[in-house]
Structure formats: C-alpha cells, structure tokens
C-alpha cells in the first residue's frame, strides 16, 4: 500500500488501469442505455416519462458516493498527511457536483409531468441542493486560501463536517413525509422494479461509477505530473510520450 502510495507508483497504475476502465464503461453503457430506452416497457403509471430514471438514479447515487468517497480521503489526509488524497479529492470535486447538479436537473424534468411543478422544497430535494452547495463551497474555498497546504487543510474539514448530510439525503424519504418515491433499490428481498427495468438500471449505476474512477484517475494523473514536474520519472515520462 505505502509503495501504491507513492505518486510515481500510483501514476503507472493509473495509467495501467485507465483502458481497462474506459472499455468496461462502453460496455456497462451501452447496455444500460439498450436495455433501458428499448428493452425496458413503459411504466403503467408514469408511461415513457420514467425512463429520465436510468440518468437520474445513477447520478444520484453518484452524487452520494463520491462526496463519501471524498470524505474518506479527507480523514485520510488530515490524520496521516497523505498527499493521494488530496489529490483524489481535487479530482472527485467537479465531478460530483456535475453529478450532483444533473440528478436535480434530472428530477426537475421528471416532476414538472408528475408533480405540476419544477421544484418543490421537499426533504430529498432540499438536502441535495445542500450537497451542491458543500461542493462548491470545496471549490471556492479552496481558491480563497492564500497557499495550497492551507486550502487542502480547510477543504478536508469542510467535507467531513458536510458529510453528515450525506445520510440525511439518503435516508430523507423514510425520516419524513416526502412527495419523492421511496427507497426501491435497497428492496432486494422484494423488488419495487421489474427485471427487465432492473437490470438496465444497475447497469448504469456501474456505468457512471466506472466512469467517475476512469475521469478521477485521468485526473489524478495529470495532477501527479504537475506536483511532480522537477523529479526525473516527469520528465522521463514526457520525454516518453512527446
């Protein structure tokens, strides 16, 4: 682990693991995209309109995953003073916030035929326009600090006290009376969904998760070059690649 740690190391495995990815993505998408526009039958209740779902649901769950994903680095880096982590967090930022702002962007398109309106200040809704804030809040106050060391410091403690929102997003549809469906795909027991519009449904949960570690690693490895630019392996590795 200490020697994956090291920024030369984890660079090769980036790069190393960056095609696999991509391809495991194509593959993960275009099912989920197949099954979930054409194989998937329309819902009884909601028609076609209920297919905005197999981006919704994904982004959503992304929206959650990477902001803890960023909170266990956080911990990571102000209790062992890794320099992985900040890096893995700077790289997960804007991508969770797009994620974040496409799954309310998403559910508004879905509630105006559903519920007459674009938005409405419901417990699920609320709490993840929360979430955007915390990152962009990351953002602006990482540009604020005068020195990089500080802003990385006062990043990571922003997202583990914002953290705790993370279970209030998830959990708000049970705590509270919400127009937002409830949970379906913790019931595995007895599935609120049909097979076929399961299945695709994973499938594009996988897809986007795939996707946030193929961009974050890319990411990563140009922020490993730059904060590396004076050691020899950089500029072996741009000598390699010019």
Not at 16 to 35: D, E, H, K, N, R
Not at 122 to 143: K, N, P
Request: with cysteine; aromatic share 14%.
């Amino acid at each position: 682990m200490q020697r994956l740690l090291a920024l030369k190391n984890f660079y090769a495995f980036a790069k190393a693991l960056s095609p696999w990815l991509l391809l495991t993505w194509v593959a993960l998408l275009a099912y989920g995209v197949i099954g979930g526009l054409v194989w998937a039958p329309a819902d009884y209740q909601q028609g076609e309109a209920f297919r905005i779902i197999y981006v919704h649901v994904p982004s959503a769950f992304l929206s959650l995953g990477i902001y803890t994903a960023m909170a266990m680095m956080a911990a990571i880096h102000l209790i062992w003073r890794v320099k992985l982590a900040t890096i893995w967090i700077a790289a997960s930022v804007p991508i969770g916030a797009s994620f974040t702002f496409l799954a309310l962007l998403t559910g508004a398109l879905w509630g105006k035929p559903m519920w007459g309106t674009w938005w409405v200040w419901d417990a699920r809704l609320t709490s993840e326009l929360v979430l955007l804030f915390l990152y962009l809040g990351y953002i602006a106050l990482h540009r604020a600090m005068p020195r990089p060391d500080m802003a990385e410091r006062a990043g990571s403690l922003l997202i583990l006290i914002g953290v705790v929102n993370v279970p209030i997003v998830h959990f708000s549809v049970t705590w509270w009376y919400t127009l937002h469906q409830g949970p379906t795909l913790s019931r595995f027991a007895k599935p609120a969904m049909a097979p076929e519009m399961l299945m695709p449904l994973l499938a594009m949960i996988a897809a986007f998760g795939v996707f946030y570690v193929w961009l974050a690693l890319l990411c990563a490895r140009n922020a490993c070059l730059a904060r590396e630019s004076t050691s020899t392996w950089v500029q072996e590795e741009v000598i390699n690649n010019a």
